[in-house]
């Protein structure tokens, strides 16, 4: 009895004290992912590498603003959000401690402004992603004119700029074959 009593005395603690003292884990630990909207540029490259869609991207052309939400109910701690994310927005935290007492608190979500088509004047594209892709291309070296036209291009909504191109009559070679047939 003795002896078995010294060999529990030596083993020391075999189990941890949580919850009743804070539980240690390591560096790498993928816990709750945490978005720094100032950072975020919302291009939704997250909602589309997100496997358990636990991320969502809409948009309200009414209100001319982009909602991000997570869904911490759905996410499986994967880290792909992490990965893609140009800008480093999103983090996996060290927090585990997740339980909650409402449905709603499950939830996170965040509010982007979009920016207006220069002809048609619908909002279309986040205006943080736009002022990103504009000040990248300044940074490359495209300035003047070159910046301009492409300031312009950026600005003009899918729909506006393939009415532009449709109108064109030098982009449209086949329009001249028809003619020539007729």
């Not at 991000?68 to 759905?74: F, T, V």
């Not at 402004?113 to 943080?128: E, M, T």
């Amino acid at each position: 009895m003795f002896k078995l009593l010294k060999t529990v005395i030596k083993t020391g603690e075999a189990t941890k004290k949580y919850p009743f003292a804070p539980l240690e884990v390591c560096e790498d630990f993928r816990g709750k992912p945490e978005l720094d909207a100032e950072q975020c540029l919302s291009c939704g490259a997250c909602t589309r590498a997100c496997p358990a869609n636990a991320l969502i991207m809409e948009t309200d052309v009414k209100t001319g603003t982009r909602r991000w939400e997570l869904s911490m109910a759905r996410c499986i701690y994967c880290g792909r959000c992490e990965e893609v994310c140009p800008t480093k927005a999103i983090t996996l935290s060290q927090n585990f401690e997740l339980a909650v007492t409402r449905k709603e608190d499950l939830y996170e979500e965040a509010v982007f402004s979009l920016a207006d088509c220069c002809q048609c004047g619908r909002p279309f594209v986040a205006r943080k992603l736009l002022e990103y892709v504009l000040d990248t291309l300044a940074q490359s070296g495209v300035t003047g004119e070159q910046l301009k036209l492409r300031r312009q291009q950026l600005e003009t909504c899918p729909e506006c700029r393939r009415s532009n191109n449709m109108l064109d009559s030098e982009n449209i070679s086949h329009l001249r074959y028809l003619e020539e047939e007729l």
